[in-house]
């Protein structure tokens, strides 16, 4: 089990302490110039922050069009989680644009004449006989501000329907979205008043796959995005070559983004832009930096935790990506001592797992010592096991070691009432949609699915939808029965295409079958490639792993 050490773990800062270091400070103590200094490089920096985005989404346009089943992934989807740095929203905002025939409006962006922000807007805003109109207006006008959605708080029985109606809404669509997505669509089906069996026969309709486009990069031709820190662009000739380039674009972004949110922290702390004769920081975020004002408050943040904590910095510089350091900064916020023993527990945990354990509700303090504990039990398991198939464990205890999964129960009453800021007529579309669609009853061995609440059990997926299939663990081709404890909630997609069929090098893409860990019940899911996640069906505390 991971334990903490005290003399090496006192370097977290309580919030009141956030704020230049000792030796910042003696830097700054120099006069004006650092901060023009700062003022230069935070510019630098984020231009060649959006550069390398916009590469990065180049690299996975390639990807995407290619079939990653054999890797062990039952979707693009998938693989984003678990393998790409960064939101997944924004990752397809950007595709989007990739994907689009603005061939002008990818031209300027490359030629950095307009910004990353304001171009992945264009695509289903602007025509493509509009495109010179557009940009003559975001070259004029580049810093128009936009109004802000409004939002309302709610508390109690409202917050509790919102969070209900977020739910049904993401089972019928069936596919990963952000809140602000469902809640727009709720929003949209109530002013339509849909009814409920279209809902429902749209949730159970097959999706056909979108077809591929051919790729077009004459619009890079001219000095490709990140040209001058990656190299020109050429297209990826295999699908090892593309996750080359993906993981030196990634390294890449983690160094500058530290880099980038440890100046601006700086700078807006020291009020450097009042030397250059801004009004605000916001101001100058938004029109030097192109960041709203919610960006800058995120680096802000994170530029004083890593100032004075070398650990998540150092992690962040080498492999730790900036989301995730972000989201497990109001765990570490104000209390010493959790820095190691969390970024310890991140190489244990996958990317889909990890961000369900740092959204769920509750005591940070017993959510590590859980996974500390199931690490623990697994790596004892994994060493007994080896010992006893005649070899030892060459994986137990490093980086390649087996990763753990524990349940997530269902949030509580109280935890549904927990206050939250929503847009206008939210609340009564998640009303109105917990009304009218009442989700049939499933029969038989389909109760699987009802047990699991519909949601996908493999720990790289996860994936919410009425199309879930129930799978038999033991087929009943080799005696499996049709009871509960026989079956697992799988989509199609891991279910069709990863657990049901074959490898190129021979054998199943995925396997998984129940084992017992010191008298607990789990699940051990192996892919084809070695990686392995043991994901407990139960824990004490935690209950069973259904939804």
Same mark, same amino acid.
């Given at each position: 089990?991971?334990?903490?050490?005290?003399?090496?773990? @006192?370097?977290?800062?309580?919030?009141?302490?956030?704020?230049?270091?000792?030796?910042?400070?003696?830097?700054?103590?120099?006069?004006?110039?650092?901060?023009?200094?700062?003022?230069?490089?935070?510019?630098?920096?984020? *231009?060649?922050?959006?550069?390398?985005?916009?590469?990065?989404?180049?690299?996975?346009?390639?990807?995407?069009?290619?079939?990653?089943?054999?890797?062990?992934? =039952?979707?693009?989807?998938?693989?984003? $989680? %678990? &393998?790409?740095?960064?939101?997944e929203s924004w990752e397809r905002a950007l595709r989007r644009l990739l994907e689009s025939p603005l061939e002008q409006v990818k031209t300027a962006l490359c030629q950095g004449l307009i910004t990353v922000r304001a171009a992945v807007n264009a695509? #289903?805003?602007?025509?493509?006989?509009?495109?010179?109109?557009?940009?003559?207006?975001?070259?004029?006008?580049?810093?128009?501000?936009?109004? *802000?959605?409004?939002?309302?708080?709610?508390?109690?029985?409202?917050?509790?329907?919102? $969070? &209900?109606?977020?739910? !049904?809404?993401?089972?019928?669509?069936?596919? @990963?979205?952000?809140? *602000?997505?469902?809640?727009?669509?709720?929003?949209?089906?109530?002013?339509? $008043?849909?009814?409920?069996?279209?809902?429902?026969?749209?949730?159970?309709?097959?999706?056909?796959?979108?077809?591929v486009r051919e790729l077009d990069w004459r619009w890079c031709a001219r000095g490709a995005p990140a040209e001058t820190l990656v190299g020109p662009w050429s297209e990826p000739e295999t699908l090892d070559e593309a996750l080359a380039q993906l993981?030196?674009?990634?390294?890449?972004?983690?160094?500058?983004?530290?880099?980038?949110?440890?100046?601006?922290?700086?700078?807006?702390?020291?009020?450097?832009?009042?030397?250059?004769?801004?009004? @605000?920081?916001?101001?100058?975020?938004?029109?030097?930096?192109?960041? @709203?004002?919610?960006?800058?408050?995120?680096?802000?943040?994170?530029?004083?935790?890593?100032?004075?904590?070398?650990?998540?910095? %150092?992690?962040?510089?080498?492999? !730790?990506?900036?989301?995730?350091?972000?989201?497990?900064?109001?765990?570490?916020?104000?209390? +010493?001592?959790?820095?190691?023993?969390?970024?310890?527990?991140?190489?244990?945990?996958?990317?889909?797992?990890?961000? +369900?354990?740092?959204?769920?509700?509750?005591?940070?303090?017993?959510?590590?010592?859980?996974?500390?504990?199931?690490?623990?039990?697994?790596?004892?398991?994994?060493?007994?096991?080896?010992?006893?198939?005649?070899?030892?464990?060459?994986?137990? #205890?490093?980086?390649?070691?087996?990763?753990?999964?524990?349940?997530?129960?269902?949030?509580?009453?109280?935890?549904?009432?927990?206050?939250?800021?929503?847009?206008?007529?939210?609340?009564?579309?998640?009303?109105?949609?917990?009304?009218?669609?009442?989700?049939?009853?499933?029969?038989?061995?389909?109760?699987?699915?009802?047990?699991?609440?519909?949601?996908?059990?493999?720990?790289?997926?996860?994936?919410?939808?009425?199309? =879930?299939?129930?799978?038999?663990?033991?087929?009943?081709?080799? /005696?499996?029965?049709?009871?509960?404890?026989? /079956?697992?909630?799988?989509?199609?997609?891991?279910?069709?295409?990863?657990?049901?069929?074959?490898?190129?090098?021979?054998?199943?893409?995925?396997?998984?079958?129940?084992?017992?860990?010191?008298?607990?019940?789990?699940?051990?899911?192996?892919?084809?490639?070695?990686?392995?996640?043991?994901?407990?069906?139960?824990?004490?505390?935690?209950?069973?792993?259904?939804?």
């Open positions: 089990m991971v334990t903490s050490n005290a003399s090496t773990e @006192s370097t977290g800062a309580s919030p009141a302490r956030f704020g230049p270091s000792p030796l910042t400070r003696a830097a700054l103590a120099q006069g004006p110039r650092p901060l023009h200094q700062l003022a230069i490089q935070l510019s630098i920096l984020a *231009r060649q922050a959006g550069a390398l985005a916009l590469r990065r989404a180049m690299v996975l346009v390639w990807i995407q069009q290619r079939d990653l089943a054999d890797m062990g992934y =039952s979707s693009f989807g998938a693989f984003v $989680r %678990e &393998r790409v740095d960064g939101s695509p #289903g805003q602007v025509a493509v006989d509009e495109q010179e109109a557009w940009l003559a207006e975001q070259l004029y006008r580049p810093w128009v501000d936009k109004p *802000r959605r409004a939002l309302h708080r709610v508390e109690g029985e409202r917050a509790a329907l919102v $969070r &209900r109606g977020r739910r !049904l809404a993401r089972l019928l669509l069936g596919r @990963s979205a952000t809140d *602000r997505e469902v809640d727009e669509q709720m929003v949209a089906w109530w002013c339509d $008043r849909v009814p409920a069996q279209v809902l429902l026969d749209e949730a159970h309709a097959t999706r056909e796959a979108p077809p993981e030196l674009v990634q390294g890449l972004q983690r160094k500058r983004r530290a880099l980038l949110a440890h100046a601006w922290a700086v700078f807006d702390g020291e009020q450097g832009w009042r030397q250059l004769a801004y009004d @605000s920081a916001e101001r100058f975020a938004r029109e030097v930096l192109d960041w @709203s004002p919610s960006t800058a408050a995120r680096y802000r943040k994170l530029g004083w935790r890593l100032e004075w904590c070398p650990e998540l910095r %150092e992690a962040v510089e080498e492999w !730790l990506e900036v989301e995730r350091a972000e989201a497990l900064l109001p765990v570490l916020e104000g209390r +010493r001592g959790r820095t190691e023993r969390w970024l310890a527990l991140m190489r244990r945990i996958g990317g889909t797992e990890l961000r +369900r354990a740092l959204r769920a509700p509750g005591d940070a303090r017993v959510t590590m010592r859980d996974y500390e504990a199931a690490i623990a039990a697994a790596d004892a398991w994994e060493s007994k096991n080896s010992s006893s198939a005649g070899g030892g464990s060459s994986s137990a #205890g490093g980086d390649a070691s087996i990763r753990v999964a524990l349940p997530h129960p269902e949030p509580t009453p109280r935890q549904l009432r927990r206050p939250m800021r929503v847009a206008d007529d939210v609340v009564e579309a998640a009303r109105w949609l917990l009304e009218t669609v009442q989700v049939p009853a499933q029969r038989g061995f389909g109760k699987v699915k009802e047990r699991d609440r519909y949601r996908c059990q493999n720990p790289e997926c996860g994936r919410l939808g009425l199309r =879930s299939h129930a799978h038999h663990e033991i087929p009943r081709s080799e /005696g499996g029965a049709d009871a509960m404890s026989n /079956g697992i909630t799988l989509c199609p997609a891991c279910h069709l295409r990863l657990v049901h069929a074959l490898a190129p090098q021979g054998g199943p893409r995925l396997t998984v079958h129940s084992v017992v860990v010191e008298g607990l019940v789990a699940l051990l899911w192996t892919w084809a490639d070695g990686r392995r996640v043991l994901q407990f069906r139960e824990w004490p505390g935690r209950g069973p792993r259904f939804g």
